[in-house]
């Protein structure tokens, strides 16, 4: 959800939208006394990352316009990024102490590698240059779609 990635719109879309409400929050309740934390978990080992990968919601169509891009997309997704996973317990711990100490920060992210990482990364690269890697890295561009024939 801090980086937008190739494959992944509507993944994406979903949560820059909670990103978006809980700036706006933060904003209209501040002095309220209720403080609002944009929490950005990164990977957590959850049946969540099972049931994507036996839904096949993490395959590329290897037989559709992007099947040049599968070489570069290895090996199961969730399973790869699972292994540097928190435990859901382990993050509701970080989460809870974090959330019911006296001055929560106004974005609470569980690792370097997943979160800061990213965070500061979508603030701090240019987007043509994310654009460009992350072209590079999935094989993405023009030579996926050939030109129309004019009639």
């Given at each position: 959800g801090l980086l937008t990635f190739p494959f992944a719109s509507v993944y994406c879309a979903s949560k820059k939208a909670v990103q978006s409400m809980t700036d706006s929050l933060r904003m209209e309740l501040a002095g309220s006394g209720v403080k609002v934390v944009y929490c950005a978990p990164g990977w957590v080992?959850?049946?969540i990352i099972d049931t994507m990968s036996a839904s096949?919601?993490?395959c590329l169509n290897t037989k559709g316009p992007w099947s040049p891009c599968a070489p570069y997309i290895t090996g199961n997704l969730y399973q790869v990024?699972?292994?540097?996973?928190w435990t859901a317990e382990q993050f509701a711990e970080n989460f809870c102490t974090m959330a019911l100490s006296s001055n929560p920060p106004r974005v609470h992210l569980n690792s370097f590698r997943d979160g800061w990482m990213a965070y500061l990364g979508s603030f701090l690269v240019p987007s043509f240059i994310m654009d460009r890697y992350l072209q590079l890295k999935y094989n993405l561009g023009s030579h996926l779609f050939p030109p129309v024939a004019a009639h």
């Open positions: 080992k959850t049946n096949g919601l993490n990024e699972a292994r540097h996973a």
